[in-house]
C-alpha cells in the first residue's frame, strides 16, 4: 500500500486559520530565501537574527528547522504550498519564504 504524503495548506489558508477570527494581515511578503541570504537580511531580520544567535540557515528546511526548535519563542515557522511562512509573535508580522 502506498502512503499519500499530506497535501500542504496554502499560505492563505494557513494564515485565515491562525488569525481565529482576529484581524487578516493585509499583505504577506513573500522572500525568496537566496535573495535574503545574498542581501544577508530580509524585511523581518529573520536571515540576521539567526546569524547573530549562531544558527547558519542555508536552505529552507534550515530555515524551518531553526523557527521550530523548542527554544525559539518569538518565531513560529509553518511548511506551505508557497515554502516556508515565518510569524512573528512578538508583533504579529508575517512573511513566507520561497526557493
Known amino acids: 500500500m502506498?502512503?499519500?504524503?499530506?497535501?500542504?495548506?496554502?499560505?492563505?489558508?494557513?494564515?485565515?486559520?491562525?488569525?481565529?477570527?482576529?484581524?487578516?494581515?493585509?499583505?504577506?511578503?513573500?522572500?525568496?530565501?537566496?535573495?535574503?541570504?545574498?542581501?544577508?537580511?530580509?524585511?523581518?531580520?529573520?536571515?540576521?537574527?539567526?546569524?547573530?544567535?549562531?544558527?547558519?540557515?542555508r536552505t529552507l528546511e534550515d530555515l524551518l528547522a531553526a523557527c521550530t526548535d523548542p527554544g525559539e519563542e518569538e518565531i513560529e515557522a509553518f511548511r506551505v504550498e508557497e515554502g516556508v511562512a515565518v510569524f512573528l509573535v512578538v508583533d504579529g508580522k508575517w512573511a513566507v519564504f520561497t526557493r
Not at 525568496?32 to 547558519?56: C, K, N
Open 2 to 57: 502506498t502512503e499519500l504524503s499530506p497535501q500542504l495548506e496554502t499560505l492563505d489558508a494557513l494564515v485565515r486559520r491562525h488569525a481565529g477570527g482576529n484581524d487578516l494581515p493585509r499583505c504577506v511578503p513573500k522572500v525568496r530565501l537566496a535573495d535574503a541570504l545574498e542581501r544577508g537580511d530580509d524585511h523581518l531580520h529573520i536571515v540576521s537574527y539567526f546569524r547573530e544567535v549562531g544558527v547558519h540557515v
